[in-house]
């Protein structure tokens, strides 16, 4: 089992920045990849970005691509989410989840941090 603890989320206006963590502990040598997802209020939750825990590579949705970054830490076994030019439809709770292969089934979720992205 992996825990997740995100944090970062917040208020910012349209156009700002925010920049989420999220800290794995537990069986982190199990990770092979680290995603986000957000859920907006009667939406389903959707991707938003993934990174490989050895190799890093990045993978992002159309929606965020050019305004999201994802990058990792395995010395600190942290994961984060640099967002900018933030656009109002960004409002979400945004979640960090694990997977333990290549088919990016994602088996460990976080409790999620809420983004309010205002006009």
């Known amino acids: 089992q992996v825990q997740l603890v995100e944090s970062g989320g917040g208020m910012v206006q349209a156009g700002g920045s925010l920049r989420l963590s999220c800290a794995a502990s537990?069986?982190?040598?199990?990770?092979?990849?680290m995603g986000w997802f957000r859920q907006a209020p009667g939406q389903v939750r959707e991707f938003v970005a993934r990174?490989?825990?050895?190799?890093?590579?990045?993978y992002y949705a159309d929606s965020v691509k050019g305004r999201f970054t994802i990058s990792r830490d395995n010395a600190k076994n942290m994961v984060y989410l640099q967002m900018d030019s933030l656009k109002p439809e960004d409002t979400a709770v945004y979640y960090c989840?694990?997977?333990?292969?290549?088919?990016?089934?994602?088996?460990?979720w976080g409790q999620g941090t809420q983004v309010t992205v205002s006009s």
């Open positions: 989840a694990t997977a333990r292969d290549r088919r990016f089934e994602y088996d460990n």
């Open positions: 537990g069986r982190t040598f199990s990770i092979y990849a």
């Open positions: 990174v490989t825990w050895s190799g890093g590579s990045a």
